[in-house]
């Protein structure tokens, strides 16, 4: 969507400052990386909702994949768009689907404007699975169908609670009550307890499908609310 912040996770500064114009041009809201720290703190510190990550950076060859992996430990629903260099074998482009990237790109292969459709795609689903769904580990939640499914067990939420948990998969900082009612879940003068509620409601729905999965991807901290993927 027009107007999102999207993180850029780039080292080479010619490469990130085509990105950067591109992308404010574009009507986005660009925050730059160039390293792994950097990253987690923009990640940790605002409301993202997409990544373009240069997989190889100068920090080691791994790097970008053990981004990949703590995004996605950490922020199941945030599309990750992966770029690398043309000199990437099969192997790499493998690895990173597999730890979870939505999309997979090769520098000076493919247009931008390529990257920057695909972007807006991934910002339209707002998934890492099949288009309109969104993957945690082993749960899946379809906010069309209003359901959340583990293994073969499924349970339907409400519009409300499809709701909740489809903003806080539109971001990677975690979600204050604050946050929350501001979003337009909640009417305007609602009561953070109200909020607090709401969010208990919806863990014990989910703990219908297994025993505190509930309190695990709703994830609650000092800092708000957010959502962990779910793994055996």
């Known amino acids: 969507m027009l107007g999102s912040s999207v993180l850029v996770v780039e ?8 990105l950067r114009i591109d992308l404010h041009d574009l009507g986005y809201r660009p925050s730059v990386a160039a390293t792994v720290t950097e990253a987690h703190q923009v990640l940790e510190h605002e409301r993202v909702a997409a990544v373009l990550l240069d997989l190889v950076l100068d ?5 970008g994949f053990e981004l990949l992996t703590w995004i996605r430990e950490h922020h199941p629903g945030l599309p990750v768009i992966v770029l690398s260099a043309a000199q990437v074998n099969s192997a790499s482009i493998r690895r990173a689907y597999e730890l ?38 082993r749960l899946i939640f379809d ?12 349970a339907r939420l409400t519009q ?9 998969a539109q971001g990677s900082k ?25 969010l208990l409601t919806l863990r014990r729905r989910l703990d219908e499908l297994e025993p505190g999965l ?14 962990m993927a779910i793994h055996d």
Not at 143 to 154: D, F, I, M, Y
């Open 100 to 137: 979870g990237a939505s999309s997979y790109f090769v520098k000076g292969n493919v247009p931008m404007a390529h990257i920057y459709s695909d972007l807006a795609a991934r910002l339209v689903e707002r998934g890492t699975g099949r288009p309109g769904t969104y993957r945690f580990g």
């Open 214 to 227: 509930g309190g695990t991807f709703v994830h609650a901290s000092a800092r708000g609310y957010s959502l």
């Open 59 to 63: 920090e080691g060859e791994d790097s």
């Open 11 to 18: 080292d080479e500064a010619a490469m990130l400052q085509q």
């Open 174 to 198: 975690s979600a204050t009550a604050r946050d929350l009612i501001q979003a337009g879940l909640f009417r305007n003068n609602a009561a953070h307890s109200t909020v607090h509620s709401a």
């Open 160 to 168: 409300q609670q499809t709701a909740l948990v489809l903003f806080l």
């Open 143 to 154: 906010p069309t169908r209003r359901t959340v499914k583990l293994g073969e067990a499924e």
